[in-house]
Each structure stands twice: as C-alpha cells, then as structure tokens.
C-alpha cells in the first residue's frame, strides 16, 4: 500500500491544495446546488459554503459536513436520472436487438453532478490530510510512551 505523502513537505502542498479546491467547492455548492436541494439541506449547504469559502477547513465538523452534503447531492442525482430508450426498425439495422438504453442525467442532476465532483475531491484529500496527522500523532504518542 502506498502512502499519500512521505514528507512534511508533501503533507503542506496536500493541505494547501485543499484551499483552492474548497473555494471551488463553495462556489459549486452557491451556483449549482442551492436552488435545486430541499430547504433543511439547503441550510446545511450555506452553512458549509460559507465554512469553505472562509478558510475554515480543517475545522471540527467540515469533513461531517461534506459527507452530509454528498449523500444528499447523490440521492437527488439519482432522482434526476432516467433511462432512454432508442428503438431502430429499419431494415438497414442487421444486429439482432431493435433496441438500446442508456442513463441519461435531467439538466439539473449534471448541475449537480459537476457540484459532487468538486465536493468529492476535496472530501477525499480532506481526509487524507487528516489520516496522515493522525497518523502522526499517534506516532507521537506511541514514541512518548516507549
């Protein structure tokens, strides 16, 4: 298994990078989410974008937060996804199906489609800044105690 970073160097520019992308992730959730989520997450959501947009993330809670935001966008994408069916009769078509399906998003599931992306990437390197300060830590404390 591979670590995420080897360096404190490497665990900086991780955590930096967190920064650009909750100020993305605040600015997907202020102009593809709001007005397309029920009105008790939607509170959540300024809550959070207004968290993100501060700076404030690696606060107590973001990371609670985020996963709260992406199961909500999740559930309503999938709400805004349908199958369409395409029929082909001619007698041009020699394939043995007359018929094909595919998953197609209603406009407001890609908006919120393009809004999880962001959000999934920042959760993701979030976290793996917090697994490794963890880690640290719990070093830390294992060394003090030997």
Request: proline share 4%; charged share 25%.
């Amino acid at each position: 298994m591979e670590l995420p970073c080897t360096s404190a160097d490497e665990l900086t520019t991780m955590a930096a990078s967190c920064f650009p992308l909750a100020r993305a992730a605040a600015t997907g959730i202020e102009q593809d989410v709001l007005d397309l989520i029920a009105p008790a997450p939607k509170r959540e959501a300024k809550k959070l974008a207004a968290r993100l947009q501060s700076g404030a993330i690696f606060e107590k809670g973001i990371l609670a937060m985020l996963h709260e935001i992406v199961g909500v966008l999740d559930s309503e994408i999938v709400e805004g996804t349908y199958v369409e069916t395409c029929y082909d009769h001619s007698p041009e078509n020699v394939s043995e199906n007359q018929s094909w399906s595919r998953e197609r998003l209603t406009p407001d599931a890609e908006r919120l489609t393009s809004a999880l992306a962001v959000l999934n990437e920042l959760y993701a390197t979030l976290s793996a800044v917090h697994d490794v300060l963890r880690a640290e830590k719990a070093l830390e404390e294992m060394r003090a105690a030997a």
